[in-house]
């Protein structure tokens, strides 16, 4: 029997969040007959999928945060990765995040390691600061991470762009890796959609929801505003969050300052938004800032009609169910109550993006992590 080509997925957590969604649909669906994925992460304060990762035979290496000082600290974790990568002999190590700094904690020691390879992978192009700075330091390390990468991975055009030089994303080291899933996990399912709507008390209202980090990237302080406007004329309206984040307390204390706080509902973070996608009736991502937006994906897979920023990449839309709107409490109050009219979720179908099927496209990663091997 062969042995197992061994990949060390660099990711900054097993908590849920965009990043680990995508390595966890992969990690799911891969031959594990034939590669052996092992994780190393940088933040253990959530572990949501540890269990299910270390079931399945893979090893989870930590590295310590062990310094303030965010240089240290890279250098720090750079050189624990580097233990790792000559003790464990990967023949991979797969590098995931949204920043240069997240990517090259994994990809500077690999590639300063015999034998390992690197894929370095852009979830989102982050939020440039504007200055000459910043953009010295971007272009360098544009430079930098192209010559590092044997294979340079981002989930949408303007991820690519973000972090790698024009002639590298012209070359054959660049791809489009798509954020694909269970396809099939996100069919609309009405025994869902009744259960959700009477655990919350919400059978007969109009449900807005939202899947995401509730953090400044996902503006969901904007979208008080819309709902604030919005229920001037629609009063038997829900806003449904999923998820956590550092902005939970400041997004309910504006809707309780608004007098709508009995209008939202904090569902947490989940392992199962198939559920809740179910029991909405529209689905909004107001984001500032936008790798290629995962949750969108699956939201149209559920059948539902999708309003977004224009922050969102234009890929995201595989229905032709997605309104792409400025940041203009009207418009997407209209765009609301014209989706509220045109509801009836009694005739709601699900869509079926064969290209975003993650049980087609993990053929194609296999396909490529074995190219870089041969």
Known sequence: MPEKIKILQSVNSLGIGGNVIFVMNYFRQINKEKFQIDFVIYDDAKMNFYDEVIKSGSKVFICKQNYKNQYLQLLS?????????????????????????????G????????????????HNPGRPK?????????????????????????CAEECGK???TASFRKSEKYMIIRNAIDVKRYQFDECARV??????????????????????????????????????????????????????????????????????????????????YSAMDVFVLPSIYEGFGLVNIEAQVSGLVCIVSEAVPREADVSGKVNFLPYDVCKWCEALEKCKRDSVYSKRKSVYPVKYDVHREVQRLEHLYENLCS
């Open 195 to 276: 259960k959700k709507r009477k655990q919350y008390g919400i059978e007969n209202d109009f449900v807005i929801g939202s899947v995401g980090r509730l953090e400044e990237q996902k503006n969901y302080l904007f979208l008080i505003d819309v709902l604030n406007e919005y229920l001037k004329e629609n009063k038997q309206c829900r806003l449904l969050l999923i998820g956590d984040g550092k902005q939970k307390e400041m997004i309910m204390r504006k809707a309780q300052n608004a007098g709508i706080g009995e209008h939202i509902i904090m569902a947490g973070a989940t392992e199962h938004p198939e559920k809740y």
């Open 107 to 122: 990809a500077v020691p690999g590639f300063l390691t015999k034998g390992t390879k690197v894929i370095s992978h852009a």
């Open 77 to 105: 974790q750079m050189k624990q990765v580097k233990k790792i990568l000559d003790k464990g002999h990967y023949d991979i190590i797969h590098c995931h995040s949204c920043s240069f700094i997240g990517i090259f904690r």
């Open 130 to 154: 504007h200055t000459k700075f910043d953009r010295i330091l971007r272009y360098l390390a544009k430079k930098i991470l192209s010559h590092i990468s044997d294979f340079g991975f981002a």
């Open 162 to 164: 973000s972090k790698y």
